[in-house]
């Protein structure tokens, strides 16, 4: 019973290192996901996350759009 807690929280600490880079930040997407499932919590974060064309810069875009 005690592994399958810290499988879920390692699968909630993996769901929120990339949540670091969205709206929520690191901690919020980790409290999400031990809200609701971290599978929830991955899809609502990768929809909802920034585009990464649109947080580089202009004459970086511009070389990977050629």
Do not use: H, N
Request: proline letters at 6%; glycine letters at 4%; charged letters at 15%.
């Amino acid at each position: 019973m005690l592994y399958l807690i810290v499988l879920y929280v390692y699968l909630c600490l993996v769901v929120a290192i990339p949540g670091r880079r969205s709206r929520l930040g690191f901690f919020r997407s980790f409290a999400l996901s031990l809200v609701i499932t971290p599978v929830l919590a991955a899809i609502y974060i990768f929809l909802f996350s920034p585009a990464r064309l649109a947080s580089l810069p202009r004459s970086a875009r511009e070389r990977l759009m050629r």
